[in-house]
């Protein structure tokens, strides 16, 4: 049963079906790993309900993040880094009028709440997924990791042809991301218990639109095993941090 079953109806099954949508696409043969947005601002600083959460931090995604998406990342990163895979971290910091989010401003009644300003602790990682010094740290002020960032040029540079997508939120942030890693041509993977979101309905839709249309959506253990099946040091000839490990690991 695909995590979206329940809130579907029997035409969008049937209309779907019909149409061709939902083939998987496969996993491609050099992925780098993208951590999108976990930090304090869409995690909250503790488990705890989400509207408490909300309180604080207004794009708290609640106990999903803590309870389920954050420990599935830290599976994936274990491996990751096992491997020698790049990993690659999003945040959107904004200067303190706002101006460089634009007309995204306009979309919430609290986007004078200071928690994403430049330097605040809600841009932080958490630092249960944090990222090390080696890897690669993406500032974006918009939905999308690869919209007016050098995301593209570091992914050619280290010849990546694939993305295994984790973060928050599935319906904003990570969406965004796949639809344009698509239309770069990187095939993408979504482990559906390493993303979350502040809505139980945006987050399965969202997971069922991206997967029919888009990128593959599958679960931890998939994702794991075939993580696990790689090669060691695919990036050591591409990826100088990864070469660095290696020769750490030769000491």
Not at 24 to 35: D, F, H, L, N, S
Not at 37 to 61: H, K, M, Q, T
Not at 156 to 185: E, F, K, P, Q, W
Request: one cysteine or more; aromatic letters at 8%.
């Amino acid at each position: 049963m695909a995590i979206w079953d329940d809130v579907l109806t029997e035409t969008d099954r049937t209309v779907f079906a019909a149409a061709g949508w939902g083939k998987r696409a496969g996993y491609g043969e050099r992925p780098a790993i993208m951590v999108i947005d976990v930090n304090y601002n869409f995690c909250g600083d503790r488990a705890e309900p989400i509207l408490d959460s909300i309180e604080r931090w207004r794009y708290a995604c609640g106990p999903e993040a803590w309870e389920r998406g954050i420990p599935a990342i830290q599976d994936i990163l274990e491996v990751a880094r096992a491997k020698r895979l790049p990993v690659i971290y999003t945040t959107n910091p904004r200067r303190a009028d706002g101006f460089d989010l634009g007309i995204w401003s306009l979309k919430s009644t609290r986007a004078e709440d200071e928690v994403d300003v430049m330097g605040h602790k809600g841009n932080e990682i958490v630092a249960e997924v944090a990222p090390r010094p080696d890897d690669l740290f993406i500032e974006k002020r918009k939905p999308s990791a690869f919209f007016g960032t050098p995301l593209v040029s570091h992914l050619t540079m280290m010849r990546a042809d694939s993305l295994i997508l984790t973060g928050t939120t599935t319906s904003g942030c990570v969406r965004a991301s796949a639809v344009d890693a698509l239309s770069n041509d990187f095939k993408v993977t979504i482990p559906h218990e390493a993303v979350f979101d502040r809505g139980e309905v945006s987050h399965k839709i969202a997971l069922f639109d991206l997967h029919m249309k888009y990128v593959d959506v599958t679960d931890l253990d998939d994702v794991l095993t075939y993580m696990r099946g790689l090669p060691v040091g695919l990036f050591d000839d591409t990826y100088p941090p990864a070469a660095a490990a290696a020769e750490r690991e030769l000491l």
